[in-house]
Structure formats: C-alpha cells, structure tokens
C-alpha cells in the first residue's frame, strides 16, 4: 500500500454540488432510455390532441361535437396516460429518481417557470375574467380603459368561451345541461387526476400501498367529484361534491347553501345537509382517530387528489426549514380562525344583511377560495410544491391536523437504529417535513401536517419507516399523555435537535 | 474545557451534539477539511445521480451549529501535538484544546496495484471523492470497478445512471460472498446484471494502463484480458485514517487504537468511528450489554483476519456504530468513562432495486453447530434467511422484505425458539400496509430446514 497523502487543500464548493447533471458523459440517462417509436407516436398523439383542441378555439369545424371533444383533450391526457407506460415500461420496479434536479421541469428550471405562470393565468382566467357583458360595456368605452386591455380581455374571453363550449357534448349528456366554465375545470382536474394518477401507478407498482391509494384518488375525483354532481345536475338536484365538507368546500355549511339544500324539493336536499354535518364533525374525528388525515388528504380529497397525481413530479420542492414550519403553523391556524368567524358571522346575522358578515364570506372567497387554493396552491406547484395549500391554507387539513396530533392512533414508525440520515424521506415529503430528524432519532413521526402519502416510507432505502396505526398513549410520540398540551407548545417551539 | 474534534462525520458531529447536551458551558470546536458543515456520507449517491442536492444530505439545518454554540472550522488538520496539546491547520492560527476527538474516517484500500495512481483511477468516500468523480466521468464511456462490495455496487449504480458503461471486477465466486451466504450471493449477483452491469466473477486486477492522454486507458486483469476503460474505481474496502498520529505517541494498529472507553494511548485524546480500533484483549468473553460476545461482528470493509485475532480488537467502519460511538465518547470525554457498547450486529443495504438488511448473526458460510433455513419467492426478489443455534435464534438475512429491527433484537436477545420465530414472523413484518404477506409460506418453507414443527 502507498501511503495517502494528507490533503492539504479543497477546490471545490460542496454547496453546488447536485444542482447539475455530471457533465459530459457520452448518454445522458434520457437518452439512454428514449421513448422508441411509440414512445414518439404517444408524443405525436399528445401533440394531436392539443392542436385539436386549440383549432377549437380557432372556431374550427369540428368545434363542438363529438368528434371534436374526444380528439382534444380526452386525446392529449389519455395519449399521455400511454406515454406514462411506455416510459415506466423499460424499467424495473423500484424508486427512479435519477436525475430529478436536474430536470428543468422538476428543478425550478425554464420549463418549470412557464409551467408555473400558464397554470397560474389559467386560474386567474378561471376565477377572475369578467363576463362577456360587462367586457361589451367595457368595450363602449365604460370607464375609459385602455383599448389594449379591453381586446386582451376580449380575446381571451372569446377563447375561454369556446374552450367550454367543446364540452357540450359531454356535459348535455351528464347533467342536460351545456358545459360551463366549472365544467371545463372538472374535466381538466379530472383528467389530469386519471393520468398522471396512471403514473403514479406505474412509478410505484412494486408499492401496494401506494396502488390502493392512488387508485382511490382517481375514483373519488372520477365518481364523486366529476360524474355525480353532474348526475344530479341532470336529475335537477342541487349539484353536490360527496367528498368535500366544510371548511374546505366552506360554503357548504354557510346559512345559504344549507337553507337552499334544506328547502330543495324531494329528500335529497334534507340528505345532502345531513351529509356535510355528519361529514365534518362525525366522520372528521372518527375516521381520524382510526387512520389518521391519511384517510382524506391523500385518499379521498380532490385537492390531495390533484397533489397526488400531477403534483408528484413537484414533491421535492416543499422547504423543509424550521422557518417555513413556523409560517405554516401561523398560517393554516389563521385560516381556520377566519373561517370559523366568518361562519359564526354569518349565522349570528343570518336575515340581517349585515355588512360585516358578508364581507368576510366575500374576503374569504377571494383571498382564500380563490386565490390561496387555486391561483397559489395548484399555480404554484412547479416552484413551491405540490401541497402549498393542503400545508400552509387548508382549514379542513388543519383541523384533520390538530386531531391526528392529539387524537389518533396514525403515526409514521421509524426501524432502530437502521437509518443513516440519507435524506431521501424529508426531500420527497411533499409537506415539507423532515423526517429525517424523528427517524435518525429512533423516534415515531407524529406531526399534525402529515397527510400520509406513504413516499417517505418508500423512498427510503433502508426499511426505515412504515405508516402504522396503534394505541394513542404509550410511546406514540413523547408527551402523547399531555396531547393536547404538546400540541400547543409545538405550535411555537421548532424542532428539538 | 475546550474540545477539539477533527472530523465532522457521523462520530464527530454527533459526539459534538452529545458533549453540548450534557455539557452547556464546554467549548467545542469541530475541524474539517472536507465540508463546511456535516453530510450524510452514504448520501453522496443520490447527490450524484439527482435524488438529493448536496444541501439535502445535510442532517441538520445550518443554523443548528451557531445555536449549539458548536464551533466549525474548516481547515485541515496537519500535525497534532499531544504534549503542547495543540493542532496545527493547513492554513491560519494553530488551535489549543484541553481534549481532543479523533473521528477522522477511513479511506479507500488501495494494495499496490500498479497503475493506481494515474488519473482517472478513485475510490468513492467522501466530498473529494465526489468531486473527483464529476472530474473522472467527463467523456468516460466505459469504467471498471475493483471490489465487490457495498461501495462497489453504489459506484456502479451512479456510473449506469449517467450511462457509463461497467465493468465490475469481483475477485470471489459471488458477489460478496465473504459476507453474504450463497443464495442471497447469487440473489445480488443475478439483479447486478439484470442491470446490466458487466459482473466479472472470479476476476482479479493486475495493472492499471495509461492511454495515450496519460489517464486511465484500460486495465488487465490476472487472467491477462484487457478491458478499455476511462475511469476506474477502487472499491475493495476501507481503511482507517491514522496519518495524524504518525509521529505521536497515539498508538495505533490497523485503526487509532482506544480502550473501552474510546481513549487512545494519550490521556485526554479519543477517538471514534471509523478510524478508532477498540482494544478488548484480555476480557474476552466478558459479556458487554449482558449478551454473549459471538453475537458480536466487525463492521463491513474489515478484511477478513484469523478468528484469534478477531477477538482481541474491533473496528466497526457503518454509520449507527460511528454514532453510537460518538454518543459514548462524549461521555468519557466529560469524566464519565462509558464502556462501548457495539450491542447486537445488524446493517442494511440497497443493491439497485433490493434491500438487504441482516440482524445478529448470519455467516456467509455454515458454522458448526448451526441450522439455517432459506425461504426465496418464486420470483426470485425476495428472501428471507432464519439462522439458529442450540434451540435459539441467533440471525436474520431479510432481502426484499422489511423485518423490525427491535423485534428481530429482542428474539435473538431472548433466544427465542425458531418454532415461536416462525409462529409470530408477522409481528416483525415492516413492509408497508397491503404489502403481500409472505410468513405463511416462509413459516412452510423454513420449519423443516429449522427442524421445527410450526402450529399455523
């Protein structure tokens, strides 16, 4: 043996290391694992689809039948769904990561950035275009506006418009009624649930756990997000989401909604009240205390749904510091408050009009129905993650959040003393947890914003954490006799090194 | 006090966090060369390959080490001198200490191969050695890898992931068939190629060639076949860092050689991890923990020594031992001399797609006295290894399943039937909810090699 030198001097920067692919080598691993020919025949459809799509905006011929619709984006989602396949086709079952910072589209790069702002204009458009008729007033010079802003609005007006009028088809032939711009919305989310859900499937087909999981996604958004509100549409009963209760679907338990489902002919509406009360404070802390969140946010969920299907390729880029931890637990909790307050106004006041109440059900719409959930939350993705909302906003995942703290018998178990504080479980938790520091300790992770996704115990290389349900006291986690006391000390405390 | 710890791994950085816990006043100063602040060493993978950035690995956030009031020095250490009790750096003012920590690592075993220091030719443990990799790996199409063990087949996954071509080099039958037995041997062997790396069995290398660029060009092995390669890895082993006690009076053998109480030769200097050989001549077998000591095993990279040799010292080279000896010598450091205890062996790994962990004791070779049993899936991706002694249980191999580390303990701890292991396999199953159950057909399979009946 040579004897090693000592070396006396380092000239390199370990920071940036893993922000780039190792340059120069002769196949990049894409390259290796090239699409083929139908690889590039499942692209060509993808391509096809969307230009289908987009001559229906240009008010093509075929606009608006059938022929027309199943060619747009039923093409492009389910061409994808294939090219999923064949991608995932060559490879062995396991965890393939290789290479996810080094994408651009999955490492804040150019593609991520279009990614981000064409999502982001599309829920502005969604939530926040005028209607056609007051864009006419505009045009006849109401209010003086600037003629480049009146035909941009014109323009994509007209466009949105015909985007949902491709829908007809489908939506005479679900709820008898002609597509809106909701309907649009249904179908785009649903599909992109069903295939990037396919993906998911076949990123992790050696995962059970993860196949039942995303197969439930899929069908809850399918069934009861997508084909029965528009079912009962057609019934003419009150369009109704089975799987979203109050305060995350917040109207629902509004005096509004409810006197209007209570005073709806037939029992239905009778039931759908019934439903979203037994939804909120039956199966809320029941089905918590037994699962965890797990059984909402990443089982049932439309908004988990989404996240879990064509936000995974995002996970990775959930902050992981002690300080976005603090602005989440401010955050999601103020949320809450608000909702509970602006509910209460609105009971309280309930047949007097008052102004105060209303404004806060209209802030509330607009600054979190609207801007934080949508605009923020699914806008968002390429940059900030696929759980922005579901972490930092949702009132529904707070409150599933102080129950699975303190009252459930969910927790994430860590193996002895096998892990080696790699890092793979808190890069790829998509909350933005590090797992890392509860399994390098030995110690169960109970945190109330775990949704139970599974990945973390997946991605781990060692057989370091599993997803369990056991006893809510004994060694749960430390101060699990004081739960609710704990919790709220870990409100304002970080992280015990 | 001020405590000097040279090397910012697992046994440095966690020693600093235990002396800080139980000691508020203590200065601590942590010296490294390699990184400003502490990484997860068998991370460096997935830096390679794009799982994780460089900033991911990191156990702790940055801030943690000002809070701890845990000083960070990035220098080398060139020279210590234990009688002025004071360390000189490559660059800037020399540091005084009062005690001093030694948890300066291992590096690649190297064994005069001819050739071995051109260009292009490394091992892989540390940031240098990513660095050098990054360097190595620009234009290289083909790279041979000497060594079939853990680092092996990391270095191998890395090089396939960026496209490189493999060529990897096991001087044994099997792939690491001084530690694994046969069939799980031949389990790894078979999902190397299937990933289609060039395993090369019963190979061993003679000579490392320059190419006309004056880099690795190709390598000949003993049986004389030239491979054309860019890059080479050297991945036989690791060997303890001792160059600072040169000149010293810290003794040293194939590690730093400490007591019990991880002190080296030099009263109040340490050491840890795996640099530091623990010396526990003369009290064998006094028991440690209350197990009997054959349950004990070296750590991986450890060449293989004669048994009577085995006994006298103990150098465990994996990332629980670093930080379990790095929790213990806090201790002594403080002026509670604390006995290491290395407990019951285990350890896992990653070949590719398929864990492998192993709890107590599995041989890779039938010992006397023993019966093991073997149950593999049709499939041929799992495995489950059950090895016992006397009537008792005494190890795991798990390869594709997950088993609960504390149960597989407590069973081998409490010399638990192979009969009651079979009956309640369930309770040590940690593979995620809906996996397959297999303890049916492994209970099946395994009984009558165990010489056990089993109740269903």
Same mark, same amino acid.
């Given at each position: 043996m040579t004897p090693r030198p000592l070396p006396i001097a380092y000239d390199f920067d370990e920071e940036a290391f893993g922000f780039g692919a190792p340059q120069g080598t002769p196949e990049s691993p894409s390259a290796a694992e090239a699409p083929g020919a139908a690889g590039y025949a499942a692209l060509g459809a993808i391509a096809l689809g969307v230009l289908s799509f987009a001559a229906q905006l240009a008010d093509a011929p075929h606009a608006g039948t059938w022929i027309g619709l199943l060619s747009g984006l039923p093409l492009a989602f389910g061409a994808a769904a294939v090219y999923f396949w064949l991608s995932y086709r060559g490879t062995t079952p396991g965890i393939k990561h290789d290479g996810i910072f080094f994408g651009s589209m999955t490492a804040r790069g150019t593609l991520a950035w279009a990614a981000g702002l064409g999502l982001t204009a599309f829920y502005v458009v969604l939530y926040w275009l005028p209607s056609a008729g007051r864009i006419a007033k505009l045009e006849a010079g109401e209010g003086i506006p600037s003629q480049a802003r009146v035909w941009t609005l014109k323009w994509t007006s007209v466009l949105f418009e015909r985007g949902i009028d491709s829908l007809d088809p489908l939506a005479t032939l679900l709820s008898g009624k002609p597509a809106d711009k909701w309907f649009l919305y249904g179908t785009l989310y649903t599909l992109a649930v069903l295939a990037f859900g396919v993906r998911m499937l076949l990123k992790y087909r050696h995962n059970r756990?993860?196949?039942?999981?995303?197969?439930? #996604?899929?069908? &809850?958004?399918?069934?009861?997000?997508?084909?029965?509100?528009?079912?009962?549409?057609? &019934?003419?009963?009150?369009? $109704?989401?089975?799987? $979203?209760?109050?305060?995350?679907?917040?109207?629902?338990?509004?005096?509004?909604?409810?006197?209007?489902? %209570?005073?709806?002919?037939?029992?239905?509406?009778?039931?759908?009240?019934?439903?979203?009360?037994?939804?909120? &404070?039956?199966?809320?802390?029941?089905?918590? $205390? &037994?699962?965890?969140?797990?059984?909402?946010?990443? %089982?049932?969920?439309?908004?988990?749904?989404?996240?879990?299907?064509?936000?995974?390729?995002?996970?990775?880029?959930?902050?992981?510091?002690?300080?976005?931890?603090?602005?989440?637990? %401010?955050?999601?909790?103020?949320?809450? #408050?608000?909702?509970?307050?602006?509910?209460? =106004?609105?009971?309280?006041?309930?047949?007097?009009?008052?102004?105060?109440?209303?404004?806060? $059900?209209?802030?509330?719409?607009?600054?979190?129905?609207? =801007?934080?959930s949508g605009v923020i939350g699914v806008g968002f993705y390429p940059l900030m993650g696929s759980r922005v909302w579901c972490r930092f906003g949702c009132p529904m995942a707070a409150i599933l959040g102080i129950f699975q703290r303190c009252f459930s018998r969910f927790r994430i178990t860590t193996n002895g003393g096998q892990c080696m504080s790699c890092g793979n479980c808190s890069t790829y938790c998509e909350m933005g947890i590090d797992v890392r520091a509860y399994a390098e300790k030995g110690e169960n992770v109970v945190r109330a914003s775990c949704v139970g996704c599974g990945v973390c115990a997946a991605v781990c290389p060692r057989g370091v954490l599993k997803l369990e349900n056991g006893p809510t006291h004994g060694d749960r986690f430390a101060g699990s006799e004081n739960p609710v006391g704990t919790f709220l000390d870990s409100l304002t405390s970080g992280p015990k090194v | 006090m001020h405590v000097a710890i040279v090397g910012n791994g697992v046994a440095g950085f966690t020693a600093a966090l235990e002396l800080r816990r139980l000691d508020p006043d203590c200065r601590i100063t942590m010296i490294s060369g390699e990184s400003t602040y502490p990484y997860s060493r068998p991370a460096l993978m997935y830096v390679f390959m794009g799982h994780m950035r460089y900033q991911e690995t990191k156990p702790f956030e940055d801030r943690t080490w000002a809070e701890q009031r845990i000083e960070l020095r990035r220098a080398w250490v060139t020279k210590v001198d234990t009688a002025a009790k004071r360390l000189e750096l490559h660059e800037g003012e020399p540091l005084s200490y009062d005690k001093l920590l030694l948890a300066t690592g291992s590096h690649s075993n190297t064994f005069g191969w001819p050739g071995q220091d051109l260009p292009g030719v490394q091992g892989l443990y540390g940031l240098m050695d990513l660095k050098a990799l990054y360097d190595n790996v620009q234009g290289a199409k083909q790279a041979v890898i000497v060594g079939g063990g853990l680092i092996g087949v990391e270095l191998a996954e890395m090089l396939h992931a960026v496209g490189v071509h493999v060529t990897f080099l096991v001087r044994e039958a099997s792939y690491w068939s001084n530690v694994l037995p046969a069939e799980e041997s031949a389990m790894v062997t078979r999902l190397i190629r299937a990933a289609g790396i060039d395993l090369r069995l019963n190979t061993e290398l003679a000579e490392i060639h320059a190419g006309p660029n004056g880099r690795v060009g190709w390598v000949t092995t003993k049986a004389g076949e030239r491979i054309d390669c860019q890059l080479v890895g050297l991945t036989a082993g690791v060997r303890p860092n001792t160059q600072l006690c040169e000149g010293t009076p810290i003794e040293t053998g194939r590690g730093i050689l400490v007591d019990r109480h991880l002190e080296t030769s030099v009263d109040g200097v340490y050491a840890a991890g795996d640099c530091a050989e623990i010396v526990t001549e003369g009290e064998r077998p006094r028991p440690v923990g209350g197990e009997p000591e054959r349950l004990r095993r070296e750590g991986e990279g450890a060449p293989e020594r004669p048994p009577e040799e085995r006994a006298r010292t103990l150098l465990q080279q994996v990332w629980y031992t670093g930080k379990a000896q790095g929790q213990c010598v806090a201790k002594s450091i403080l002026g509670q001399p604390t006995e290491y205890d290395p407990g019951l062996w285990y350890n896992s790994a990653k070949f590719f797609d398929l864990e492998y962990q192993t709890y107590g004791f599995v041989h890779a070779e039938p010992q006397a006295g023993e019966t093991r049993g073997w149950w593999e899936h049709p499939d041929g991706g799992l495995g489950l290894r059950i090895v016992a002694e006397d009537g008792a249980v005494t190890g795991f191999n798990a390869m594709g399943l997950r088993l609960r580390h504390r149960v597989c303990e407590r069973w081998i701890l409490e010399r638990r039937s192979p009969a009651y292991v079979l009956e309640h396999l369930a309770e040590a199953g940690f593979d995620p909810e809906f996996a397959r159950r297999h303890e049916p057909a492994i209970a099946a399979a395994l009984a009558p090699q165990l010489g056990v009946e089993v109740t269903a």
């Amino acid at each position: 043996m040579t004897p090693r030198p000592l070396p006396i001097a380092y000239d390199f920067d370990e920071e940036a290391f893993g922000f780039g692919a190792p340059q120069g080598t002769p196949e990049s691993p894409s390259a290796a694992e090239a699409p083929g020919a139908a690889g590039y025949a499942a692209l060509g459809a993808i391509a096809l689809g969307v230009l289908s799509f987009a001559a229906q905006l240009a008010d093509a011929p075929h606009a608006g039948t059938w022929i027309g619709l199943l060619s747009g984006l039923p093409l492009a989602f389910g061409a994808a769904a294939v090219y999923f396949w064949l991608s995932y086709r060559g490879t062995t079952p396991g965890i393939k990561h290789d290479g996810i910072f080094f994408g651009s589209m999955t490492a804040r790069g150019t593609l991520a950035w279009a990614a981000g702002l064409g999502l982001t204009a599309f829920y502005v458009v969604l939530y926040w275009l005028p209607s056609a008729g007051r864009i006419a007033k505009l045009e006849a010079g109401e209010g003086i506006p600037s003629q480049a802003r009146v035909w941009t609005l014109k323009w994509t007006s007209v466009l949105f418009e015909r985007g949902i009028d491709s829908l007809d088809p489908l939506a005479t032939l679900l709820s008898g009624k002609p597509a809106d711009k909701w309907f649009l919305y249904g179908t785009l989310y649903t599909l992109a649930v069903l295939a990037f859900g396919v993906r998911m499937l076949l990123k992790y087909r050696h995962n059970r756990y993860q196949i039942v999981r995303t197969l439930s #996604v899929m069908v &809850f958004q399918l069934g009861f997000a997508f084909l029965i509100p528009n079912l009962l549409k057609a &019934f003419r009963y009150p369009e $109704y989401y089975f799987t $979203y209760f109050w305060p995350l679907k917040y109207d629902y338990l509004f005096p509004s909604s409810v006197s209007y489902l %209570w005073n709806t002919p037939g029992g239905m509406g009778v039931f759908m009240v019934f439903w979203g009360l037994a939804a909120t &404070f039956v199966a809320t802390p029941v089905l918590t $205390y &037994f699962f965890g969140k797990r059984w909402y946010c990443s %089982w049932v969920c439309g908004c988990g749904g989404l996240a879990e299907t064509l936000g995974d390729p995002y996970r990775q880029l959930s902050s992981k510091s002690t300080s976005a931890w603090r602005i989440e637990r %401010w955050l999601i909790h103020g949320v809450l #408050v608000f909702v509970v307050v602006t509910t209460v =106004a609105l009971w309280v006041t309930r047949g007097s009009k008052s102004p105060v109440a209303s404004g806060l $059900y209209q802030w509330y719409g607009f600054l979190i129905g609207a =801007a934080f959930s949508g605009v923020i939350g699914v806008g968002f993705y390429p940059l900030m993650g696929s759980r922005v909302w579901c972490r930092f906003g949702c009132p529904m995942a707070a409150i599933l959040g102080i129950f699975q703290r303190c009252f459930s018998r969910f927790r994430i178990t860590t193996n002895g003393g096998q892990c080696m504080s790699c890092g793979n479980c808190s890069t790829y938790c998509e909350m933005g947890i590090d797992v890392r520091a509860y399994a390098e300790k030995g110690e169960n992770v109970v945190r109330a914003s775990c949704v139970g996704c599974g990945v973390c115990a997946a991605v781990c290389p060692r057989g370091v954490l599993k997803l369990e349900n056991g006893p809510t006291h004994g060694d749960r986690f430390a101060g699990s006799e004081n739960p609710v006391g704990t919790f709220l000390d870990s409100l304002t405390s970080g992280p015990k090194v | 006090m001020h405590v000097a710890i040279v090397g910012n791994g697992v046994a440095g950085f966690t020693a600093a966090l235990e002396l800080r816990r139980l000691d508020p006043d203590c200065r601590i100063t942590m010296i490294s060369g390699e990184s400003t602040y502490p990484y997860s060493r068998p991370a460096l993978m997935y830096v390679f390959m794009g799982h994780m950035r460089y900033q991911e690995t990191k156990p702790f956030e940055d801030r943690t080490w000002a809070e701890q009031r845990i000083e960070l020095r990035r220098a080398w250490v060139t020279k210590v001198d234990t009688a002025a009790k004071r360390l000189e750096l490559h660059e800037g003012e020399p540091l005084s200490y009062d005690k001093l920590l030694l948890a300066t690592g291992s590096h690649s075993n190297t064994f005069g191969w001819p050739g071995q220091d051109l260009p292009g030719v490394q091992g892989l443990y540390g940031l240098m050695d990513l660095k050098a990799l990054y360097d190595n790996v620009q234009g290289a199409k083909q790279a041979v890898i000497v060594g079939g063990g853990l680092i092996g087949v990391e270095l191998a996954e890395m090089l396939h992931a960026v496209g490189v071509h493999v060529t990897f080099l096991v001087r044994e039958a099997s792939y690491w068939s001084n530690v694994l037995p046969a069939e799980e041997s031949a389990m790894v062997t078979r999902l190397i190629r299937a990933a289609g790396i060039d395993l090369r069995l019963n190979t061993e290398l003679a000579e490392i060639h320059a190419g006309p660029n004056g880099r690795v060009g190709w390598v000949t092995t003993k049986a004389g076949e030239r491979i054309d390669c860019q890059l080479v890895g050297l991945t036989a082993g690791v060997r303890p860092n001792t160059q600072l006690c040169e000149g010293t009076p810290i003794e040293t053998g194939r590690g730093i050689l400490v007591d019990r109480h991880l002190e080296t030769s030099v009263d109040g200097v340490y050491a840890a991890g795996d640099c530091a050989e623990i010396v526990t001549e003369g009290e064998r077998p006094r028991p440690v923990g209350g197990e009997p000591e054959r349950l004990r095993r070296e750590g991986e990279g450890a060449p293989e020594r004669p048994p009577e040799e085995r006994a006298r010292t103990l150098l465990q080279q994996v990332w629980y031992t670093g930080k379990a000896q790095g929790q213990c010598v806090a201790k002594s450091i403080l002026g509670q001399p604390t006995e290491y205890d290395p407990g019951l062996w285990y350890n896992s790994a990653k070949f590719f797609d398929l864990e492998y962990q192993t709890y107590g004791f599995v041989h890779a070779e039938p010992q006397a006295g023993e019966t093991r049993g073997w149950w593999e899936h049709p499939d041929g991706g799992l495995g489950l290894r059950i090895v016992a002694e006397d009537g008792a249980v005494t190890g795991f191999n798990a390869m594709g399943l997950r088993l609960r580390h504390r149960v597989c303990e407590r069973w081998i701890l409490e010399r638990r039937s192979p009969a009651y292991v079979l009956e309640h396999l369930a309770e040590a199953g940690f593979d995620p909810e809906f996996a397959r159950r297999h303890e049916p057909a492994i209970a099946a399979a395994l009984a009558p090699q165990l010489g056990v009946e089993v109740t269903a």
